[in-house]
């Protein structure tokens, strides 16, 4: 085959230039019983990565950047560390490099083969490590050069993310227990948390259709257990796990829309399937009222409807910080720019609860501050003066008050210290009438 015309694809001439350089170009597969070779021609192995995505803070989303375009991150993707492997008609693998490590003009015996490039050894199950291989066959043909077609690299592992409405929070103390447990095969699993802002991948095996989600957690005083099934899950697909809150409609909630205990509390569980190129192949609602014993749906008067925004009775905003993204933590600090995000709480706070997971902010590294990994500033206890010294309000500044500068300007500074690392702030706000929202502030070192 000859290489076609030129599409998009990843800047590689630097990646080419080091890689084939440093290689030899005597390279040789087992030629034994073979009846002629040839050789193949590496340069034409010019990989694509379908990654664009509908998800905006993705490395992958957007299309990927033209060769003629200047290199640019994170849309262009560095294929350096790719997997490259020749494979015989036969299933056996006949030579395997990284992209950056390919002999220019390897030999191979004449036959049928195919190159297969591969982001990285797949795993059963990871946070955030998305997939992609793509593949071309070739034949080798006695005393000839061949070039092969251009391969665009798809996801190939199954990507779920999980979310909770706001409605539901409200009703369980910000999702403080919830625990969502997704399975794929036996013993392999991941657990997300109310808090959690990661997708979970897990490999498409062969026999793969089924995977399961299980709920565990407490709303409004009611403990809740259930399980339902993602079915005809393949690679490719981002399935999309949304859980609700759907009270009892024939019982009166209390005070503010606040639910009240043994009001009949049910969690309603929908999914929705995109492709990796975006378009939605379908929705699923998993757990109809129906399907749980002694529970009633909403009245459809009062329907918990995503198209009509509940009022908001706590926010967050911030003039530097991206609430949504990540954030350099080396950009904030005092006499470089503030690191702030302003907490307002419209019925006056009842509690501001903060949970440090940081990567090298350890409890050990925390405690020489006078800090530990997990606190209130509404009661801050025993971490009043090392909350305080770093510029934090506490206790009477906090309760009652509708308004609050939530500020880590000095704290970045103790981020930078311990090297290259992420950090994640989960501030938790519950104002006086229990309403609950949660955010989470991400930096990296």
């Not at 015309?5 to 030629?31: E, F, H, P, Q, R």
């Not at 395997?96 to 982001?119: L, N």
């Not at 910000?174 to 036996?186: E, R």
Request: proline share 4%; with cysteine; aromatic share 8%.
């Amino acid at each position: 085959m000859k290489t076609k015309g030129i599409i998009k694809y990843i800047t590689l001439a630097g990646i080419v230039a080091t890689g084939l350089s440093a290689c030899s170009d005597n390279w040789n597969a087992d030629l034994e019983g073979g009846d002629g070779e040839g050789k193949l021609n590496t340069s034409s192995i010019l990989p694509t990565v379908n990654g664009v995505t509908d998800d905006k803070d993705s490395p992958f989303s957007g299309s990927v950047t033209d060769a003629a375009a200047p290199r640019k991150a994170p849309s262009t993707i560095d294929l350096s560390n790719y997997l490259v492997d020749v494979v015989k008609s036969n299933g056996d693998t006949e030579a395997s490099w990284t992209y950056s490590t390919m002999p220019s003009m390897p030999v191979f015996k004449v036959g049928t083969y195919t190159v297969r490039v591969r982001s990285h050894k797949v795993e059963a199950a990871e946070w955030d490590k998305p997939y992609y291989v793509g593949s071309q066959s070739f034949q080798i043909t006695d005393g000839d050069i061949t070039d092969v077609d251009p391969i665009v690299c798809k996801l190939g592992n199954i990507r779920v993310s999980v979310t909770f409405s706001d409605k539901l929070l409200r009703a369980s103390n910000g999702g403080a227990d919830f625990l969502v447990t997704v399975t794929s095969t036996p013993g392999n699993s991941l657990e997300y948390t109310a808090a959690e802002t990661r997708s979970g991948y897990f490999a498409a095996v062969e026999g793969l259709s089924t995977m399961e989600v299980k709920f565990t957690g407490t709303v409004n005083g009611t403990k809740e257990e259930f399980t339902h099934a993602l079915t005809g899950v393949e690679a490719g697909q981002h399935r999309k796990v949304s859980f609700t809150y759907n009270g009892n409609g024939n019982l009166p909630e209390g005070e503010s829309g606040q639910v009240t205990i043994g009001q009949g509390i049910h969690v309603n569980c929908s999914t929705v399937t995109v492709n990796v190129d975006g378009k939605v192949t379908n929705t699923e609602d998993n757990m109809s009222s129906d399907d749980r014993p002694n529970q009633e749906g909403d009245d459809p008067s009062k329907p918990d409807d995503p198209d009509v925004p509940p009022v908001e009775t706590i926010s967050f905003s911030s003039e530097t910080l991206d609430l949504e993204g990540w954030n350099n933590s080396s950009e904030f600090g005092p006499d470089i720019q503030d690191a702030i995000v302003v907490l307002k709480a419209d019925d006056g706070f009842k509690n501001v609860k903060v949970q440090i997971d940081s990567q090298t902010l350890t409890e050990e590294v925390l405690a020489e501050v006078g800090l530990t990994s997990s606190f209130d500033l509404a009661e801050p206890g025993e971490y009043r003066e090392g909350l305080e010294s770093l510029g934090f309000k506490t206790g009477a500044d906090v309760i009652g008050a509708t308004v609050l500068n939530f500020d880590i300007t000095q704290f970045c500074q103790l981020m930078g210290i311990y090297g290259a690392a992420e950090h994640k702030f989960i501030v938790t706000v519950i104002d006086q009438k229990d309403a609950t929202k949660t955010l989470v502030l991400k930096f990296r070192s």
